[in-house]
């Protein structure tokens, strides 16, 4: 039989190529055999890579920012056709449990993430449920890839609630934040971008037109203060992942206001109490996103209201994966976001 390449994260720093046969053609149900044309470097991946990504096993096949084109429907499939190009949602609960009853499937009991809990797409074919396949007769394999890294910062602005009247600080310029940054702004509130890395935030400035930046100083509230004429940020959003900035949102937040966590880290979150009190605010997580999340930014981009390519700022191919991956690590700010061609 013939067989197809994959490659293979076989523990922190180690990647084999390994063969694997190619997925049974005759498909069961709403199964959807898809080719894999593109897939989006996460920074989960590029954390499992270093060993410090939470919830993760080794080995394990990365990759689940997908582009892919479908080569054979299930007898049950009636949403896709083959050949269809398709973003990939690519969570999915094994059970549903209390979350998922209420609607809530990007968190479910038993969520599973292509490419952390099960092997992705860094390989050739996939087998893959209709449903999780959002296809789009217009966009390119580039932005199809980069719908779920813009799903994470759309679910994240859902859940803060913004309003026209708000004042956002989203905090991280990566991919992430420049998603958080762009839905944001569709708001119509006021968006504030701040970075520890002056790049970033020039970058920030490109892609998204933000007129508002900061960079991180030892007197971020004053510099906010003064720019905000004595005011604060109703709303922060921190896509760092980092602890200290993520327990320094307490300070910068307006009374009232509300907090959301998008980054994770391992470790405890410990905060005052009655300072948390006093202030009255609200502390939320985010996590993954929804179905419908990626249908609503297929047709964003279609109408040209974000234009996730102008994220791409470095290429490789799947064979180049074993030698050139860790390049990644040594571009720092000039990194936004790296895609692999298949």
């Known amino acids: 039989m013939n067989q197809m390449k994959a490659i293979r994260l076989k523990e922190p720093g180690q990647w084999e190529a390994i063969t694997k046969d190619f997925p049974a053609q005759e498909l069961k149900g709403d199964d959807v055999l898809v ?16 060993g410090n990504q939470p919830f993760f096993e080794y080995p394990r096949i990365l990759g689940h920012e997908l582009a892919v084109e479908v080569l054979a429907i299930g007898p ?34 038993t969520l599973r993430v292509l490419g952390v809990h099960v092997d992705g797409g860094m390989q050739e074919q996939l087998v893959l449920p209709a449903r999780y396949l959002h296809p789009s007769p217009v966009l390119s394999n ?16 859902d859940r803060a609630q913004l309003t026209h009247e708000d004042i956002v600080l989203v905090i991280g310029a990566g991919p992430i934040g420049l998603a958080t940054i762009q839905f944001a702004q569709l708001s119509g509130a006021r968006v504030i971008a701040m970075d ?6 020039d970058k920030a400035q490109n892609i998204t037109q933000i007129q508002d930046t900061l960079l991180v100083s030892d007197h971020i509230e004053e510099d906010l203060m003064s720019l905000l004429n004595g005011d604060l940020p109703t709303v922060v959003l ?18 009232g206001g509300t907090i959301v966590f998008i980054g994770l880290f391992q470790g405890d979150v410990v905060f ?64 936004v976001k790296a895609v692999i061609e298949y």
């Open 76 to 109: 049950d499939v009636s949403t896709l056709q083959v050949g269809d190009r398709c973003a990939v949602e690519p969570y999915y609960n094994e059970t549903v449990g209390q979350a998922v009853r209420r609607g809530k499937t990007n968190c479910g009991e």
């Open 142 to 157: 580039d932005q199809l890839a980069l719908i779920e890294p813009l799903a994470i910062g759309c679910h994240a602005v």
């Open 238 to 255: 921190d896509a760092t992942g980092n602890p200290k900035s993520m327990l320094n949102t307490f300070k910068y937040c307006a009374a």
């Open 272 to 335: 005052n109490d009655p300072y948390f009190h006093k202030k009255e605010l609200t502390l939320k997580a985010s996590r993954a996103a929804l179905s419908s999340d990626f249908g609503r930014i297929v047709r964003l981009i279609e109408a040209g209201k974000i234009k996730p390519e102008a994220y791409i700022t470095h290429r490789m191919t799947f064979d180049q994966v074993p030698t050139d991956f860790e390049k990644l690590y040594t571009y720092g700010g000039a990194l």
């Open 196 to 201: 520890i890395d002056a790049g970033k935030l």
């Open 35 to 50: 080719k894999v044309h593109r897939m989006g470097v996460c920074g989960t991946d590029l954390h499992a890579y270093k």
